[in-house]
């Protein structure tokens, strides 16, 4: 008899059930821990952060271990004095990339916080999440639990939640700051839908909860009767990030009859991802579900896409943290490359306010989750981010930083390029450049990048400098 993949990684003996209510009494730890953080008190504390991607993504090697490093600013909170972390990575991390984070504290020692940083690792580059990996080793497990003095003090940050991350929760036996993985479906392409249905907010004409292809040509086919000027549809799994999972079908010229030729389209549809073929994808989307919708803006000359970013608290606070215009590429303008921080003013209140209401909505539903570099207040009715020294501040980031001459970079040339031209982050005018993503460099070429200013123009200017720079500095010799 097979078992529930729920129970991965926990004792034979341990039920759906059991597991349910055992991670119920654990996430009830959080109330009390989340008020002494709000209280600002110096009582000791543990963070463990475990950064596992239980996504359906294709990075793999280097590009994993990047977006693991991409938590990195939660080394942040050291800045508490008594606050322990314990970070777990696939792969070890470079000396030099922890140095360059505990730099960027405010107010703390750098070797101060290094002694309160245990950094561990399986050493495997496998394309799995990382929490299966952790689960796979009872020893490293223990080496874990062995680093949290207090229980009750401690909580456990993960990229996003599943059933992967609650059992390892429990297998150490403390709570973890993200949503029950009861909650899953608010998280996929139709909870989303379903959710701005629910809160009156304006989307795509579309179709959610699909189960097959043929699910997907009979939702086009009713789209294109109800609004025949429909040019583009987008398919979407209902769990993909960045892009990743979603198709563009073509639906202009349509000829007669329309669902014969709509299903000769979907066969047909370009993929996001180069990589997929049709037969990939429709499994996967039997095995997953999805959604299709109408491409909004198509022809257009200018495309915004738009974010916000809010987080609920164990307390059940609805906290609106930012708005972003993200930055889009890849073969059909899909893939997320970056962020402008924050959203156009034209919108950015609106879209505040729409945000606010999916959050109440969650929050009703028990789901609690998420959490600057700058410290400092973000007002949502102005939607502007205050910093501690009362400026504004702005910020255009990309996770997308990419040349084949940045491969002659180690960190440690990059950060000495960051000295000598003046590129680092500076605490006390609080503008500047932060890297991340480091570990992409040598086999991609890749890192991430952000720009601080105290206004629009300078954080684009201190991004297009830094980058000039970089170009300029990089030097890479292939072989042939």
């Not at 597991?19 to 002494?36: E, G, R, S, T």
């Not at 079908?249 to 049709?278: C, Q, W, Y």
């Not at 909505?361 to 410290?375: H, K």
């Not at 491969?407 to 031209?421: H, Q, S, Y």
Request: aromatic share 8%; hydrophobic share 40%; glycine share 8%.
């Amino acid at each position: 008899m097979t078992r529930d993949p729920a129970l991965v990684g926990l004792p034979p003996s341990v039920s759906a059930g059991q597991a349910a209510a055992q991670f119920d009494q654990l996430q009830k730890k959080l109330v009390p821990l989340w008020k002494l953080i709000e209280s600002f008190n110096a009582e000791e504390q543990t963070i463990v952060v475990v950064p596992s991607m239980s996504v359906d993504m294709t990075a793999t090697g280097s590009e994993a271990h990047g977006y693991e490093e991409r938590f990195l600013f939660l080394l942040l909170l050291l800045a508490q004095p008594r606050a322990k972390m314990i970070y777990v990575t696939s792969q070890a991390i470079h000396p030099s990339v922890i140095e360059y984070y505990l730099d960027l504290l405010s107010g703390v020692i750098p070797s101060h916080a290094m002694r309160r940083l245990t950094l561990l690792s399986p050493y495997d580059d496998s394309n799995r999440p990382l929490s299966l990996k952790l689960l796979e080793r009872p020893l490293l497990l223990e080496r874990i639990e062995a680093g949290i003095l207090n229980k009750d003090r401690a909580h456990l940050i993960c990229y996003n939640t599943t059933f992967l991350e609650r059992n390892l929760a429990l297998r150490l036996g403390i709570p973890l700051y993200g949503a029950d993985p009861l909650h899953l479906s608010f998280g996929t392409k139709t909870g989303c839908r379903q959710l701005f249905a629910r809160a009156g907010i304006n989307h795509p004409l579309g179709f959610d909860d699909l189960n097959s292809i043929d699910d997907v040509v009979s939702a086009l086919v009713q789209m294109h009767a109800k609004r025949p000027s429909i040019a583009q549809a987008i398919v979407k799994l209902n769990e993909g990030v960045s892009g990743e999972g979603n198709a563009t079908v073509d639906l202009s010229n349509l000829s007669e009859p329309a669902n014969a030729t709509i299903a000769e389209r979907v066969r047909g549809m370009r993929f996001e991802h180069g990589k997929v073929n049709f037969n990939d994808y429709a499994a996967k989307f039997r095995a997953r579900g999805g959604v299709v919708e109408e491409r909004v803006g198509v022809g257009a000359k200018e495309v915004r896409s738009p974010s916000v970013q809010l987080r609920i608290t164990p307390l059940g606070k609805v906290e609106l943290l930012s708005t972003h215009d993200q930055m889009l590429g890849g073969p059909t303008g899909q893939t997320y490359l970056g962020c402008i921080f924050p959203a156009d003013v034209a919108y950015a209140v609106a879209i505040t306010h729409d945000a606010a209401k999916v959050g109440e909505l969650l929050r009703d539903a028990g789901v609690i989750g998420r959490q600057f570099l700058t410290g400092g207040i973000y007002d949502p009715e102005s939607a502007t981010f205050i910093a501690p020294n009362g400026h504004k501040k702005f910020l255009v980031a990309s996770d997308h930083l990419e040349s084949p001459k940045y491969k002659g970079f180690t960190p440690d040339d990059l950060f000495d390029v960051v000295v000598r031209r003046g590129l680092h982050f500076g605490q006390v005018r609080q503008t500047g450049v932060v890297f991340h993503m480091l570990s992409g460099l040598g086999s991609r070429g890749r890192l991430g990048l952000t720009a601080v200013g105290n206004s629009p123009e300078e954080a684009q200017s201190i991004f297009d400098e830094a980058k000039r720079i970089l170009d300029e500095e990089a030097r890479f010799d292939q072989l042939s």
